[in-house]
């Protein structure tokens, strides 16, 4: 049975009324991808938030120089805590990015179901142990979950870096239910 066909429960600007600035950044995603991800669309309805998203999600997700966090723990980080949140999109999409990223269908969805079931070494383990209580308890965090990270081998660089990419999710997360977004269904079948 497919997914509902809509992208977000909103109406969205025709992509030729859009500035130029975003018409050429979906128009590098669809060269890039092959596709504009749901996210980017439901995004062109505020243009200013859209380019707030994109720098952001950019800086957090894919740079590479400000991080010491590995692209597929940044992915498995943002799986967790969209399990703990149940946002169908970012599972969706999220997912997809970690069997992408780790060559192994498997480990995408273990994190989408029970991260815990996943065999990830002790240093991610304690990192997704941390998003996850971070998203559903974040009032009991205190200095045993940041030292539980240092002793993992997380410095205070990476415990920023972990804490922001699950502040960032548990936004977006939101804004997916709140907005009932539907993920790109060619993301289903994508890195099987």
Known sequence: MPQPDHIVKIDLPKTKSLDDDIRKYLQ?????????PNVLAAYTAKPKKFRQFTKVYNQLMLDEQETQLSKLEREM????????????YCLVAHGQAVRELSNDPQLGEMMVMNYKVAQVSKRQRAM?????????APFEIDDSDRDALRQAGFNDGDIFDITDIVGFFNYTNRMAHGLDMMPNAEYHSMSR
């Open 28 to 36: 590098i995603c669809t060269e890039n991808l092959g596709m504009v």
């Open 128 to 136: 997704l142990d941390y998003a996850w209580k971070l998203t559903k």
């Open 77 to 88: 980080i943002a799986v967790v805590v969209s399990s703990a949140n149940r946002c169908y």
